[in-house]
T-cell receptor
Framework: QKEVEQNSGPLSVPEGAIASLNCTYSDRGSQSFFWYRQYSGKSPELIMS????GDKEDGRFTAQLNKASQYVSLLIRDSQPSDSATYLC????????????FGRGTSLIVHP | GAVVSQHPSWVICKSGTSVKIECRSLDFQATTMFWYRQFPKQSLMLMAT?????????EQGVEKDKFLINHASLTLSTLTVTSAHPEDSSFYIC???????????FGPGTRLLVL
């Protein structure tokens, strides 16, 4: 069974700090990885996707992927209170089914 | 781009009635659509995957006769909750994906309250 693990949190960081969100996965053949943000009462919205080992930056967000360690992370620089949300890690299945597995999400609280 | 809409956003119904939720991809052709359910403070739970023109594939434990899914076109999928009961009250979210794409885009969700 494919698993995606995230610490449920909450992760609390002060405004302006770097928030680091982590995700591990069990399917060694996975090739696609996604981070979604979900505000309370809303549906998830895509933040970033990453497919290759290393870092991918988009504004204040950086996704990091290490396939050997089966680990993907999301860094949020200069955290703002508006970043307070649940962050979902999603891992695409190997074998071309394209059905991703979602983690349970990490709750992030950015306090002023 | 990649906008997915859902209708209605809120629905309140009496126990025993059926409710239909629509999911539309507005600016791309969605060859695959997913239906999720999320209870308060819990994670997303995939209910079923539907490919255009094919029968939906339901996840284990999801009653296919209770949750009817139709994906008749490349821009529209519907979920019908038949004979809804209070325990079906939840946040139902669809997502859509284009051909040979791995990124899925979520609709805004539909809150169902069964009295």
């Amino acid at each position: 069974q494919k698993e995606v693990e995230q610490n449920s949190g909450p992760l609390s960081v002060p405004e302006g700090a770097i928030a680091s969100l982590n995700c591990t996965y069990s399917d060694r053949g996975s090739q696609s990885f996604f981070w979604y943000r979900q505000y309370s009462g809303k549906s998830p919205e895509l933040i970033m996707s990453i497919y290759s080992n290393g870092d991918k930056e988009d504004g204040r967000f950086t996704a990091q992927l290490n396939k050997a360690s089966q680990y993907v992370s999301l860094l949020i620089r200069d955290s703002q209170p508006s970043d307070s949300a649940t962050y979902l890690c999603a891992v695409g299945a190997s074998g071309g089914s394209y059905i991703p597995t979602f983690g349970r999400g990490t709750s992030l609280i950015v306090h002023p | 781009g990649a906008v997915v809409s859902q209708h209605p956003s809120w629905v309140i119904c009496k126990s025993g009635t059926s409710v239909k939720i629509e999911c539309r991809s507005l600016d791309f052709q969605a060859t695959t659509m997913f239906w999720y359910r999320q209870f308060p403070k819990q994670s997303l739970m995939l209910m079923a995957t539907s490919n255009e023109g094919s029968k939906a594939t339901y996840e284990q434990g999801v009653e296919k006769d209770k949750f009817l899914i139709n994906h008749a076109s490349l821009t529209l999928s519907t979920l019908t909750v038949t004979s809804a009961h209070p325990e079906d009250s939840s946040f139902y979210i669809c997502s859509a994906r284009g051909l040979e794409q791995e990124t899925q885009y979520f609709g805004p969700g539909t809150r169902l309250l069964v009295l």
